[in-house]
């Protein structure tokens, strides 16, 4: 029972499809924020392009001898090569309608973050002799990654409301949204970067913990996130409510685990309770008004 449970698990985090769930809720989070019908070709968007991207990045940099590899991750998805690719394939063709039944400027926006994505890996300039994608570029890896995510899950759905509905929603409650959903996405990444820092020292990336060390990058962390909640406290999205409630309650669990993340080094600790928090924010929220 456990060991099927377990192939279970690694097939959705390692195939990625349950990161690209993740996505799916913090789309679904910020619907119920701004108090808007659900667009749910939006919603197949953030899925099916996260699903996408996230293959993408790991299947073109196939290393010479996978099953050799000290992660998990990177055994089972070189093991299962070929059924990676085949979710792939179905993912981006999933994608299509639902792209194609968005508005101008949501697609516009879209092609531009599908770019950044793919971008972040894929070597698309050189410095002497060795190829680099935009990851390699000193500070810009986290960064990278913490702006696509807020801005697929915050700005896309608007600008796709923005082409349908007469709506009404000031600048600064979508900055605010925005800058929370960074800082949020921020902070569950950096312990993926601690993690991975020999490794990224050896590719010689430029990360907050490759330069300021572990003990710095883990106080960073707790500092984005209880900024989040300063802004959360001072400046409510929908006053104090069960929404804020329910968000803070994931807040302080965040903290939690992020603290525990320095002795629990197994990967599923990263791809499941990490991960699983931009899944836990939508479920919680949901359970605390349905209570």
């Known amino acids: 029972m456990i060991k099927y449970l377990r192939q279970t698990l690694d097939f959705l ?3 990625n499809i349950f990161i690209s769930l993740g996505a799916a809720s913090q789309g679904l989070l910020t619907y119920h924020l701004i108090g808007y019908p659900i667009n749910w070709f939006i919603i197949g968007c953030l899925f099916f392009s996260t699903i996408v991207s996230y293959n993408f990045s790991i299947l073109i940099q196939k ?30 063709l999933a994608l299509i309608p639902c792209f194609l039944n968005l508005h101008f400027n949501a697609q516009i ?3 531009i973050l599908g770019i950044i994505s793919i971008g972040y890996s894929t070597p698309i300039f050189s410095i002497g002799k060795v190829k680099h994608g935009l990851r390699n570029i000193p500070g810009l890896k986290l960064f990278l990654i913490a702006l696509v995510w807020a801005l697929s899950s915050v700005w896309l759905p608007y600008v796709e409301l923005s082409d349908t509905h007469q709506i009404n929603i000031n600048v600064w409650e979508l900055i605010h949204l925005i800058f929370k959903r960074l800082l949020f996405v921020t902070a569950i990444t950096i312990p993926f970067d601690i993690r991975d820092m020999l490794q990224d020292s050896k590719y010689k990336l430029k990360t907050i913990a490759t330069v300021y060390g572990e003990k710095k990058s883990y106080l960073f962390c707790q500092i984005l996130l209880i900024t989040y909640l300063l802004l959360s406290v001072l400046f409510p999205t929908n006053g104090y409510n069960l929404d804020f409630y329910s968000l803070t309650f994931t807040v302080f669990l965040t903290a939690w685990l ?14 499941f309770y990490l991960d699983g928090t931009l899944v836990l924010q939508y479920v919680l929220l949901l359970l605390f008004n349905f209570a």
């Open 13 to 15: 985090l390692f195939s």
């Open 63 to 92: 290393p010479k001898n996978p099953q050799l590899s000290e992660y998990r991750r990177v055994r089972w998805i070189f093991y299962h090569y070929k059924m990676n690719i085949v979710i792939t394939v179905l993912a981006a």
């Open 109 to 111: 926006l879209l092609i």
């Open 258 to 271: 992020i603290f525990k993340s320095k002795w629990k080094k197994n990967e599923y600790y990263y791809f």
